[in-house]
């Protein structure tokens, strides 16, 4: 975490950069005609603000207006890091037992009394039922729109140095993933692994990620979002992991299947062939490309070999800032799935993956934290991917 000579929390990029991206989602907002923006997904609040704190389990709202100044809504005993981190931003605290929805259409009409078009990340886990009732009762002759991409969609294509944050995060997770392949072995336990990639993230420049490190064995493989237990390896496991560093919330996800003692009958041939096609989707990542054509080319690899029958929701997923309980934001990510018509730019990052598990013939799986360039996909990460026997 970034702190000057006092100890002091500074923010990951200087203030103009927040302030222009603020402007610039001010521009976007009134192109679409709007003249409120009321915004309240964490990683969206952050990337206009800056604000990082662990305080977004409770309710944060962001106004933002043509010509007024940018309103922060957060708890009331929030103010000294909102105060500290964010001083250009006007902030309204709200006390536990105080009215929020009525403090949230107060502060609305404040910022813009007679309102012809209000937008709202209507589609977002973090907005509050009764705060969306308020707003649409109190406002009832103004056109709520669903502005729930406009931010989001601000933020998909990473900056220079965005990615250099990102590049961070990846040797964060490179060297996490290098300790928990290294622990692994006969007897040793889901939760000493664990540790062991934790320690790695610390020791790294690593903080906290949006999910812990996966880390699960044979029995549990296709349990996708759980993790440790008290389980000792044995010989013939398989161990799934996958985990991801972050650096100022930049994430940069990675996963590995490592065998335990010897590799299970078929293992090594899907092993194969699921490298090959996590190599065809990498070179087809490119800009223009539609998400549903780089799906096409991972499933062709597989068609190719002759398994055909085994197919995926996505092959990868847009990744970057992330709050728990996520790497890649709040809600379904944005995926390379079968028959998408979403284009792709340079400069965005994909977690992207090749999922290889239950075909009827072996499993394996491996991910890799992915740039867009115009040459394809960069790998960012340095973890090989070859077929690990610990």
Known sequence: MRVN?????????????YRRRRERAVETMQEG??????VTAPENIYYLTGLDHFGYFAFHMLVLTADGDPVLVARRMEQVTIGRDVPE??????????????????????????????????????????????????????????????????????SPEELEVTRRAAAVTDAMMQAAIDTAGVGVSEREIAAAALQAMMEAGGEPPGFWPFVRSTSRLNE?????????????????????????????????????????????LVAGVCLEAFEAARRAVRPGVEAGEVYAAWQ????????????????????????????????????LRDGSRSRLSEGMVLHLMSWMMETGQGDYFVSDPVVITPEGGERLSRTPQDLVVK
């Open 5 to 17: 000579a006092h100890g002091l929390r500074i923010p990951l990029f200087d203030r103009d950069t």
């Open 33 to 38: 005609g709007l003249e409120v923006l009321v």
């Open 89 to 158: 931003i006007t902030f309204h605290g709200y006390g536990d037992n105080d009215d929020l929805p009525g403090r949230c259409v107060e502060v609305i009409r404040s910022a813009c009394p007679t309102p012809q078009r209000i937008g709202l990340e209507s589609n977002n886990l973090y907005l509050v039922p009764n705060v969306l009732l308020a707003i649409r009762e109190q406002f009832s002759g103004v056109e709520i729109v669903d502005a729930t991409e406009l931010v989001t969609s601000l933020r998909l294509v990473q």
């Open 224 to 268: 996708d979002h759980t993790t440790w237990t008290d389980y000792e390896l044995r010989s013939g496991d398989a161990l799934f992991l996958e985990m991801s560093g972050s650096v100022g919330r930049y994430h940069a996800p990675m996963g590995r299947i490592v065998f335990i003692g010897e590799v299970p009958d078929g293992s090594e």
């Open 300 to 335: 062709a690899v597989l068609d190719a070999k002759g398994l055909s029958h085994y197919r995926r929701h996505h092959c990868g997923y847009l990744t970057g800032i992330g709050f728990p309980p996520s790497w890649s934001g709040n809600g379904i990510p944005r995926a």
